[in-house]
């Protein structure tokens, strides 16, 4: 769902009646960021027990300590934090400052060392692509199952920014055996790579056969890209 207005009632009411239809084992929560709302730990309590995993996707600058370690205890939370490197220089089109970065970096180590479900999105860029094996290598240093996800495109002041080369996630996908806790389909890294360099789409997307959107009102809607 996208909560673009918190009645938490409503929202309940919708998620219940969607998963009565679709029993979907994934619920995805997202915003806007989502931790802007005041009412919104309240709303994950509610909806903690309703699918086997309820994944929060955040920029991570609203979490602090007290937030995560209460979204362990609710056991099925689990986090996807949009970042683009373990440097300031690879999120400069995230973050308008260090500071801001250093945040979300230390929120996300927080989660590595806790015992939260998390992953990691990426956006795959000019200002990161050069160090992009650096980062996985580095979250593959801590040991457990964090997996990333690229995207392949920013929009950067209604332009499309990407990066122009592709050699780095080559080489991730050659060596994606080495990092099966953090890259998990070698076939779509190597479908980025191959999209930066072609700019065009080597994997159809079958989302709407197994993604179903709901806003906060309890519209459908079938493409992810509407979160």
Known sequence: PIISSLD??????????????????????????????????????????????????????????EIIDALIEMKTIHL???????????????????????????????????DIGLSIMSVVSSVNIEYLVDFVELIAG?????????????????????????????????KSHQFRDVLFSPRYIESVASFLMTNERTIDCFAQKYVVGLDFSGDVGLCPCGF
């Not at 009565?20 to 709303?43: C, D, H």
């Not at 309590?45 to 300590?65: C, D, F, M, Q, S």
């Not at 973050?95 to 989660?111: I, K, M, S, T």
């Not at 964090?146 to 996908?173: M, N, Q």
């Open 80 to 114: 996807k934090i949009s970042l683009d490197g373990h440097l300031y220089s690879m999120n400069r089109h995230r973050f308008p400052n260090p500071g801001l970065f250093n945040v979300v970096y230390d929120n996300l180590v927080h989660c590595i060392q806790s």
């Open 8 to 65: 938490i009632n409503k929202v309940i009411k919708t998620v219940n009646r969607a998963q009565q239809i679709w029993n979907a084992p994934i619920l995805r929560l997202s915003g806007g960021e989502i931790f802007l709302y005041s009412k919104v730990m309240t709303l994950f309590r509610e909806l903690k027990n309703l699918a086997p995993v309820v994944e929060v996707i955040t920029n991570g600058t609203r979490l602090n300590r």
């Open 142 to 174: 801590f040991k457990r199952q964090i997996p990333i996800y690229f995207l392949p495109v920013r929009h950067v002041f209604g332009k499309i920014e990407k990066a122009s080369d592709a050699t780095p996630l080559v080489l991730l996908a050659e």
